[in-house]
């Protein structure tokens, strides 16, 4: 695959409209918004039951590009909060990029490179760049990422539950929709014991676990302990800006290690490989800062010969169809945390609702141009918390 693979693309493509190779930024808005979610959603760092986020749109003669900034209302996760993305977003991302000309996303990150971490903010400008442009050049986001499939597996990952009737209970429900791998969140006082009944019902499921950070390496004899549950890996067993700690673990356990929180940039993501840290990563778009640093982990894990697979953050109709677009991108080669929009929200703020294939536990990508998605004005109106134009007379 060249390696720019992006600029590759992009170079051989007109702009439908105008003629153009080029879009001119008009206008951007920022919409907070927060949903409820079905179900509380607990792992390891905190308890969630409403999913706030920032949808980012960036405007070009009548067209919008929409891009989903995932941090949270509070650090719990990454030092990111929404008021933080805000923050950045408004007063060092943004106005650089407007009244701009874009012939590549690569032309809008330039503009802020500057600037030390906060990549969950840069990733919903970015994005929303990169939707815009598939949008003027006509064609599916995918294509525009070198993607190669119009499904994409995928599987379910299960917060910590009261009890383990009600986490088995919950196992099963997803089984029976048709979700074939399962990723169960785990930490202290709540790991061998429903990972080993899960195991024991389902001895052919492909079975996960995500620990969030929650453990050290005096855990040692307990992950050891796991390897005789064949799970398909163990997600981020140590602290949340761990390398060098997991190159230790994994080198004494059998089951695969699988980094996320660790992973800002393809820099960590190189210290992890060189260092044997971890077998496979977790591909976030927004931790690692947006597509452009997406594909480029992408490549270089290809290289190493290191599966990825797409994480998820609870995200709106926007980013779950950023996220369905990445995974189908040759090295995603295991399933997605990228669920149907009903294990999420009851009604979501873009259509079409995502639904899952149940005969093969895929997930379809959205045809038409971008990412294919349609945000619906008035839903987003009942869940809006803040709102914000920018532009030239602002
Ligand atoms: O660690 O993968 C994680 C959700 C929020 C924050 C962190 C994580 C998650 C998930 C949910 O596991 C994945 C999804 O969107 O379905
Ligand atoms: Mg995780």
Redesign the pocket.
């Known amino acids: 695959m060249p390696k720019n693979l992006v600029t590759f693309h992009l170079s051989r493509l007109t702009y439908r409209k105008k003629g153009n190779s080029f879009v001119k930024i008009e206008r951007i808005e920022l919409h907070h918004i927060s949903q409820p979610l079905v179900a509380p ?1 607990r ?1 390891s760092f905190g308890t969630q039951v409403e999913r706030p986020c920032i949808l980012i749109a960036v405007y070009s003669e009548g067209l919008v590009g929409w891009g989903e900034c995932v941090a949270s209302d509070n650090p719990g ?1 990454s030092y990111e909060t929404i008021n933080t993305a805000w923050h950045v977003l408004s007063d060092f991302l943004i106005p650089p990029n407007l009244e701009q000309e874009v012939a590549t996303p690569q032309d809008v990150t330039a503009r802020y490179d500057w600037v030390r971490g906060h990549p969950m903010a840069k990733a919903g400008l970015e994005n929303a760049v990169w939707d815009l442009l598939a949008r003027a050049h006509g064609i599916p986001l995918s294509t525009m990422l070198g993607g190669q499939h119009d499904r994409v597996e995928v599987g ?2 299960i917060g910590i539950q009261p009890t383990l009737a009600e986490q088995l209970e919950r196992v099963e429900q997803f089984i029976e929709q048709g979700y074939r791998r399962i ?1 169960m ?1 785990i930490e202290p006082g709540w790991a061998m014991e429903p990972l080993a009944a899960v195991r024991d019902l389902y001895p052919n499921l492909k079975l996960m676990a ?1 620990a ?1 950070s929650a453990f050290t390496l005096d855990d040692m004899a307990l992950f050891q302990e796991m390897d005789a549950l064949n799970l398909l890996m163990i ?2 067993p140590l602290h949340y800006d761990d390398i060098a700690d997991h190159a230790k673990l994994q080198a004494q356990i059998k089951t695969p290690i699988c980094l ?1 929180e660790s992973i800002h940039s393809p820099l960590h993501a190189r210290w992890a490989i060189e260092i044997k840290a971890c077998r496979i990563i ?1 591909m976030k778009v927004g931790r690692v800062g947006g597509l452009s640093n997406a594909v480029a982990i992408h490549n270089m894990c290809a290289k190493a010969g290191i599966p990825v697979w797409c ?5 709106t109709g926007i980013g779950r169809a950023i996220n369905l677009h990445l995974a189908t991108m040759p090295n995603f080669t295991l399933p997605g ?3 149907a929009t009903d294990r ?1 929200y009851i009604e979501d703020i873009a259509a079409p609702d995502f639904k899952l294939n149940p005969e093969d536990s895929t997930i379809t990508i959205p045809s038409g141009p971008g990412s294919g998605i349609k945000v619906l004005p008035e839903r987003m109106a009942k869940v809006r918390v803040r709102h914000q134009v920018f532009d030239a007379a602002s």
Not at 311 to 315: C, D
């Open positions: 959603f792992t996760y379910v990952s990723k969140k995500d969030n997600e981020q996320d977790n994480g998820g953050m609870l995200e945390d990228i669920s999420y």
